[in-house]
């Protein structure tokens, strides 16, 4: 039995590489993506009034790392902005940290994860709690978004994780919708 599900989730394949990629290789457009995604965010929370070059760069490179993101086009440009408007909204501190579960239920959607991954969504906001009632004020930005973009990458892989198990579970390879 446990050589049987070891050889199972050796051989789970992320169902977004299945989707066919027009231009580079899916590792490239992966890692890329991540870069500007994340990147981008941290540019925007980087700007001010004073930079505001800096908040512009963010948001075209946040918004581009999505679209490069190897998945259903159509998917892709839909969690896109929903994203920005995040990233953005989270320049009001802690309390506006519970707005990342957005992203985070974007890139679960994006990524084809199965519903039962879907409570994931509860960390962040769980954290943003969390990080109100510890950090309420705004000087403690950096500290706050470093934890609160730990909880949501910690998310993301743990979804990643139940996918790989209930696609063990099934013995079935997973379908792109």
């Known amino acids: 039995m446990a050589e049987r599900r070891r050889k199972a989730e050796g051989s789970w394949r992320e169902p977004a590489s299945a989707v066919p990629i027009r231009w580079g290789t899916y590792r490239i457009r992966y890692v890329a993506a991540l870069i500007l995604i994340l990147g981008g965010a941290v540019l925007v929370q980087t700007g001010s009034v004073y930079l505001p070059q800096v908040m512009l760069v963010g948001m075209g490179a946040h918004l581009a790392g999505w679209w490069i993101l190897p998945g259903r086009g159509w998917r892709r440009v839909t969690v896109s902005l929903p994203s920005l408007t995040t990233v953005m909204l989270i320049l009001n501190g802690a309390a506006a940290m519970v707005f990342l579960v957005i992203p985070l239920a974007g890139w679960l959607w994006l990524r084809h994860r199965p519903l039962r991954a879907y409570p994931v969504l509860l960390f962040p906001a769980a954290a943003a709690y969390l990080l109100t009632l510890n950090f309420a004020q705004y ?20 979804a990643r994780r139940i996918a790989v198990a209930v696609a063990v579970q099934s013995d079935s390879p997973a379908s792109i919708g």
């Open 139 to 158: 000087g403690f930005g950096a500290i706050v978004l470093l934890i609160s973009g730990s909880v949501v990458v910690g998310s993301a892989w743990l």
